[in-house]
């Protein structure tokens, strides 16, 4: 029955796919037919093309996010015009910047003692004072010095926890969400939604469409709000070539009454609590937070579910105004979302700043690894700096054609003496970065040009917790136990593979 339905979950997905795939083809054969039969309309399409190539080449990006492109345009000029248009640009109404920009604009500053915290990192020479300065710049969301923090290393802690926290609900749970999916993990979940809007705790809930167009039904947000929950689709995917399908809401984010919060690599579904296991052993995390920090995850949810439609809500009704108060540690949770709407790339950035300024080790886990030469430039000069540089890949790939890019990029780092290791007999999805036991950062976002550039995402910065040593373990506990270490042998791929990969190089920033 299982595969029954998800063959008709699949097949919604191929059928808009290819109404999308059918315009795009139809728009470039009128542009044929039209050119053939007059020639000023290749007259139009040739200026056209060529203003477009102008176009990219002057945009404020590196080279390598215009290079794609630029192929394209120079060697099919209609292809790669209707597909630039399809995929290639955000386009956001002034509303929707509004509505996004809205937490980045606004200043916490004094509410938040963002002065005096700044001031005790730097008496206290933390080493994530930078980075922090680093986001709130980018971002403006304020660090947090009473707010606490625990490791979850794996989908079953993380289940276990977040079902616990809801059942202690009092007022309104958010849960925010890549993939979506029937199972015992959602079978949980939901039973402890219902246990609780019993006693009348109002449930918030979002999935993005296209992470879940083969899991659920379309209309299963319809069949949420039927049981009482305000239940939204991210970016609703529907058969119009449109750009917006190229940006997804690939953040996890759970708020229990502004007190608690959860942010993980684990969406919902089975096989990140190991109830299904479609590609071995799977391996995720989260972090939880409790305490203030949980502001910023308010705030990160609200953004994009108003942004979903139907009615807007005020981040005033939901924000805690009795948190309970930690000692020990800094927190940051942050977001990060496609230009224009952040003109910085900005987990891509965080990244950089902790790999330039580890000193003793980097430990990073990632399920794929396809990042410009900036990350992979960074991390052989830690290497050269005598960092230890460890990184952590999948053994079983989700992604086959990814995973040919992934073990390309490792085996360069490899010969460069960065470790690499394979998570044996299965699959890895923790994004985690920790440095020399001062600061990590635990989130949703890959080593892969679709996190760091193209989706929505979120992560938290850790720095002087105790939290950061249940990280370290966790590493150490992967390296000792759970992974085979690579050499550049072990990643050679045959001559297949490479012409494959050449091809699939180009256009790695588009994928």
Not at 131 to 147: E, G, H, N, Q
Not at 198 to 206: D, R, S
Request: with cysteine.
């Amino acid at each position: 029955m299982r595969r029954t339905k998800t063959l008709v979950f699949a097949s919604r997905f191929f059928i808009v796919f290819l109404s999308i795939v059918a315009q795009a083809v139809a728009l470039m054969l009128l542009f044929y037919i039209l050119g053939q039969k007059y020639a000023w309309v290749q007259i139009v399409s040739t200026v056209i093309g060529v203003l477009l190539f102008l176009y990219i080449v002057n945009k404020d990006q590196p080279a390598v996010y215009k290079l794609p492109w630029v192929i394209l345009i120079l060697l099919a000029p209609l292809v790669g015009i209707v597909i630039y248009y399809t995929f290639g640009n955000v386009k956001l109404s002034k509303k929707q910047m509004k509505n996004f920009r809205h937490i980045y604009d606004e200043h916490y500053d004094d509410y938040y003692n963002q002065q005096e915290i700044l001031s005790k990192m730097q008496s206290q020479e933390v080493k994530g004072l930078g980075t922090v300065k680093y986001i709130r710049s980018a971002t403006s969301l304020p660090v947090y010095d009473s707010s606490k923090t625990t490791y979850l290393k794996s989908g079953e802690e993380f289940f276990k926890s977040l079902c616990e926290e809801i059942l202690k609900a009092k007022e309104y749970v958010f849960l925010e969400y890549f993939i979506v999916e029937k199972g015992k993990m959602f079978a949980g979940i939901l039973d402890a939604l219902e246990s609780v809007m019993q006693k009348g705790v109002k449930v918030y809930f979002m999935y993005d469409d296209v992470g879940s167009i083969t899991k659920v039904r379309r209309r299963f947000n319809k069949e949420l709000c039927a049981l009482g929950i305000n239940a939204r689709r991210f970016g609703k995917f529907v058969p119009i070539a449109s750009v917006i399908h190229n940006n997804r809401d690939h953040r996890k984010i759970a708020v229990i009454d502004g007190k608690v919060g959860f942010m993980s690599g684990a969406n919902i579904a089975d096989e990140y609590i190991n109830e299904e296991r479609p590609f071995g052993r799977w391996r995720d995390n989260a972090i939880k937070i409790e305490g203030q920090a949980t502001d910023s995850l308010v705030r990160l949810f609200i953004q994009l579910y108003n942004m979903a439609g139907g009615k807007t809500l005020n981040e005033t009704d939901f924000i805690c105004t009795c948190h309970e108060t930690f000692s020990g540690g800094y927190v940051l949770p942050f977001g990060d979302s496609p230009y224009p709407i952040d003109t910085d790339h900005v987990t891509e950035n965080v990244y950089l700043d902790i790999i330039s300024r580890a000193e003793k080790y980097l430990y990073v886990t990632t399920p794929y690894f396809i990042v410009d030469t900036n990350i992979t430039e960074a991390l052989k000069t830690a290497v050269k700096r005598g960092v230890d540089v460890r990184v952590v890949v999948p053994q079983i790939p989700d992604k086959k054609a990814v995973y040919l890019l992934t073990k390309d990029t490792c085996k360069n780092l490899c010969n460069a003496g960065v470790k690499v290791y394979g998570y044996r007999d299965g699959f890895i999805h923790s994004k985690t970065v920790v440095a020399d036991g001062e600061i990590a950062v635990v989130g949703t976002a890959n080593f892969d040009f679709r996190s760091l550039v193209h989706h929505f995402e979120c992560a938290t910065l850790i720095c002087e917790s105790e939290s950061i040593n249940d990280i370290y373990e966790d590493f150490n506990e992967l390296f000792d136990y759970e992974c085979v270490k690579y050499n550049a042998h072990d990643l050679k791929i045959n001559a297949l593979s490479r012409f494959i990969k050449s091809i699939l190089s180009l256009f790695a920033p588009l994928m």
